[in-house]
């Protein structure tokens, strides 16, 4: 077998290749060597050898490269092809196909390249630009080495694919050029331009304007910043021979015929049939009769989507699809996918994305400062872009998205810390409180705090003795004993002579803390003089009255209420310190509203929701962090057991059991969607009848859920609480509850739908008295993944652990809930990854600290882009 030769009879790539011109060389080479890996590398890819393609081959690619890196590839592959055939075993030939594939991928590199670390010389931006635009894989340099890379490894055949292992070389992004220095006015002129509405685009009209509004892209640049749902990837090509139903391929080839026809039920479809030479395919589209005219006998399409097999033929049913001269923007890529609205295509969308880019993209000035490049090495802004929408490698689109992630989080950091720089701008008032006072308040509690609530005090402490108000969040587990911690925060304050306000999401929790509030300072030094009065919406009109009055004259130390506190009627005397409860249901506007009843009064906000360190650090930038970690003493666990439905029956039992004890038992379905709280609310009814009727019809069920008024859901909370109600039937309000020392079994329904911080949130409503306590979590999923997930909680009571593991495995949307607010402005960053959530910190703040007001030259446009987010936003001010 001697494959010297460089002219030998045309294989069927060629004879192809003669009517199809191939997007490149390399791609080609990439084909027929995985044509051959697939066959059992036994020299048959090609009619003739791999030597006698050689040749060919070479013209091609020659014609494409531009540098001498190129050549150099070119070189050793010619030279590698040829020796192919001199080689008389399969497992020499597959390391040879192997090795050939590595050096294309950029995988493997040659001997002289290997030493070096960084990536080829510099670029000048004209050449990153050309190099991003081109289509994939149209020259042999590095770019397109790594565009292919991602195609590699996901064919079907032996050996086992190598990309699955640790990638040693990452491709990198481009090297970035120098940027031009704009001049604040260039960068503000060019800024602007994003700010162009979506009609100035060719050929959108109002219309197609209005859908686009309708997705909330207003302006040449919200499209830009729209990003794709997710990416359909279409690299993989076929011969029309080698189609597998159910894969999802793309494949080039020619029109044979078009006819309209006639489905089973009447339905009018489009059959066109494709050849290539290897075989045939039908494509099939329905509801597109007017394609008719533009599907061409003899013209050749690419066309993707997913192989079916129908009545022994192959099928594709509405592939994507162009004519092959076109731009690849729909097919043989990775495809953004996009949210779309009724009427806009996917293919509109594409082509709009697509035109922005290219009008505007290379526009975009650059708002990171340079040195936040430097140091962080992410790619270019309008680089980012373009990969971003449409990567031209799994590897690129990684980059583009962390970069893209990283200024959201960045910037929503920087925007953060902007806020608190203006509210510290206003000097507060410091409460400072003498040690031996601290000692004797200490000293007349019920307990001893824990090393935890220490800390967590001395943080306060310090901070209120500071002329600069406090902004600070205290989280903890239900029951860790932050409302201790709160009430001696109170007691400084009104031992400095100040009034002190604490705000409740619910009136029932409003009314639990003034109870204990109002029980742990009165038994404090001097405690008994002072004046403390719970405001809700229900409180008596006389009585509220007479409360505006005590606490405009001064007469009314402390006052704990709900939303009732930040309404109108509410003025102090002088108010130093606010401290709200549950951070979720406030909103940073409402935090700002208490504030602004008082002369910059110190501000405590404290949460139950678990949130991991770093996570918390982003989306409260503004506030300080105390995290209480521990539980008072003698507390038992609560006992968590995961069961399957055919256990309920046991668990109705075990119920019955704790309730003959004297016990009471929460039972907890889940709310399906938040859109959908009629349906869950009928859930709800339907199950609490079934309960009342068929399962504890002995015993006294109430019912709780979100349709409910306030008031009613209140009335149903207290005879809860009083014993009234023995079982609780409720979709997940209760999730901020109330204490009910007496209610020791909580039973969940559909676990799997919560998120392990929220079910640890529950459960913190049971074990809260001396009775051993039960968490009984019924899947209606028998998957293991939900069942190990769920698992997490029978094995540890640390809801930051907990927060940490659903962080990591559903995002943080789940752990915040969509109404925290701050959490729907990241498009991209589902806040998931750790590692870019402290870079994004750490960078912020040294942004930060170099320049606060951002008014050096080099930060103009990042405060722009702040101020434009802020405006949009309307909720950072
Ligand atoms: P949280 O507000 O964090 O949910 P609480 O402050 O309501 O927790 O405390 C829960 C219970 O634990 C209360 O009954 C409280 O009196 C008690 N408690 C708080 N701190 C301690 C402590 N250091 N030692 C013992 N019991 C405590
Ligand atoms: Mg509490």
């Known amino acids: 077998m001697s494959g010297r030769t460089r002219s030998v009879s045309p294989c069927y790539v060629k004879r192809n290749q003669k009517d199809i011109p191939m997007p490149s060389a390399l791609e080609t080479l990439v084909k027929i060597l995985k044509l051959e890996q697939e066959t059992g590398f036994r020299n048959t890819a090609v009619i003739g050898g791999l030597g006698s393609f050689a040749g060919n081959w070479e013209r091609d690619a020659r014609q494409q490269a531009k540098r001498p890196e190129h050549h150099q590839l070119i070189d050793e592959l010619v030279q590698l092809l040829h020796d192919y055939d001199g080689k008389d075993s399969a497992e020499m030939r597959h390391d040879a196909v192997k090795y050939m594939l590595g050096r294309i991928t950029g995988r493997i590199q040659p001997e002289r390249a290997a030493q070096r670390e960084v990536p080829p010389p510099q670029e000048t931006g004209d050449q990153r630009l050309d190099a991003a635009a081109r289509p994939p894989a149209s020259t042999t340099e590095p770019v397109a080495a790594e565009q292919l890379a991602s195609r590699e490894g996901e064919g079907q055949a032996p050996p086992p694919a190598p990309r699955e292992e640790p990638a040693r070389h990452r491709p990198l992004p481009p090297r970035r050029g120098r940027r031009p220095a704009l001049s604040p006015e260039e960068a503000a002129a060019k800024l602007a331009a994003l700010q162009t509405p979506v009609v100035a685009l060719h050929r959108v009209g109002e219309k197609m304007a209005e859908k686009l509004n309708r997705l909330g892209i207003v302006t040449v640049g919200d499209l830009l910043f729209t990003f794709p749902r997710r990416y359909d990837d279409y690299t993989r090509m076929r011969t029309l021979n080698r189609l597998v139903p159910g894969e999802t ?140 929408h449409f990567p031209d490698s799994h590897e690129y689109l990684e980059h583009a998205r962390q970069r893209l992630s990283f200024d959201e989080l960045f910037l929503f950091q920087m925007a953060v810390m902007a806020a608190r720089r203006d509210w510290q701008s206003v000097p507060g008032q410091p409460l400072a409180v003498p040690d031996d006072w601290l000692g004797a308040a200490l000293a007349a509690l019920p307990f001893q705090l824990t090393a935890a609530q220490q800390r967590a005090l001395d943080d306060i402490r310090r901070d209120l003795a500071r002329d600069v108000p406090m902004n600070r969040l205290l989280q903890g587990d239900v029951g860790s004993g932050k409302t201790a911690v709160a009430a001696l925060a109170l007691a400084i304050a009104v031992h400095n002579g100040k009034q002190a306000a604490l705000m409740a999401p619910t009136s029932i929790l409003a009314e639990q803390h003034a109870r204990n509030v109002a029980g742990l300072l009165r038994a404090l030094p001097s405690g008994e003089h002072m004046q403390i009065r719970l405001l809700t919406g229900s409180t008596p009109s006389a009585e509220r009255d007479e409360i505006y009055a005590g606490l405009a004259e001064g007469a009314v130390h402390v006052v704990i209420g709900t939303h009732a506190l930040i309404q109108g009627g509410v003025t102090f005397r002088e108010l130093g310190l606010v401290i709200i409860d549950e951070q979720h249901r406030f909103g940073v506007e409402q935090r700002g509203s208490l504030r602004g009843k008082g002369f910059n009064p110190h501000v405590l906000v404290m949460t139950a929701t678990p949130i991991p360190r770093t996570l918390a650090l982003t989306l409260y930038a503004d506030l300080d962090l105390s995290i209480i970690d521990e539980l008072p003493p003698g507390r038992s666990p609560v006992e968590t057991r995961v069961l399957r439905p055919v256990e309920r029956e046991r668990v109705y039992s075990f119920i019955r059991a704790q309730l003959d004890k004297g016990r009471q038992a929460f039972i907890v379905y889940p709310l399906v969607e938040a859109t959908d709280e009629q349906e869950d609310s009928k859930a709800a009814v339907e199950e609490y009848e079934r309960l009342q009727t068929d399962i ?103 809801g930051f652990k907990l927060a940490e593991i659903d962080w990591r495995l559903r995002g943080a949307g789940d752990l915040l809930g969509t109404r925290q607010s701050g959490v729907q402005q990241f498009r991209l960053t589902e806040l998931m990854n750790p590692r870019l959530v402290e870079l994004a910190q750490r960078e912020a703040r040294t942004v930060y600290a170099d320049d606060p007001p951002l008014e050096r030259p080099e930060h103009h446009l990042l405060a722009q882009r702040i101020q434009a987010l802020a405006e949009r936003r309307g909720d950072i001010s």
Not at 739 to 747: E, G, I, Q, T
């Open 249 to 388: 391929v793309t494949v080039v080839a020619a029109i044979r015929s078009v006819a309209r026809k006639q489905g089973r039920a009447g339905r009018p479809y489009l059959s066109v049939v494709l050849e290539d030479g290897t075989g045939t395919l039908q494509a099939v589209f329905f509801g597109q009769l007017w394609l008719q005219r533009q599907f061409k006998r003899g013209s050749m399409i690419v066309a993707s989507g997913k192989v079916e097999r129908f009545r022994n033929e192959t099928m594709m049913t509405n592939p994507e699809w162009e004519l092959l001269e076109r731009e690849h923007l729909h097919t043989n890529r990775i495809v953004p996918v996009y949210p779309l609205t009724k009427g806009l295509s996917a293919r509109t969308m594409r082509r709009l994305v697509r035109q922005a880019l290219s009008d505007h993209a290379e526009n975009v000035p650059d708002y990171l400062p340079e040195a936040v490049l430097e140091r962080t090495g992410f790619p270019d802004l309008s680089w980012a872009l373009e990969q971003v």
């Open 696 to 798: 504890f019809p002995a015993y006294r069920v109430g019912l709780l859920h979100g349709r409910m008024a306030p008031s009613e859901k209140d009335a149903v909370m207290y005879a809860f609480a009083s014993g009234e109600f023995q079982v609780l039937v409720a979709t997940s309000v209760i999730e901020v509850g109330i204490d009910v020392p007496n209610a020791s079994v909580m039973l969940i329904e559909h676990a799997e739908r919560f998120g392990l911080a929220q079910l640890h949130q529950l459960r913190g409503r049971v074990g809260r008295g001396e009775h051993r306590s039960y968490c009984l979590l019924i899947t209606e999923t028998p998957s293991d993944d939900a069942i190990e997930r769920l698992s997490a909680l029978e094995e540890t009571t640390d």
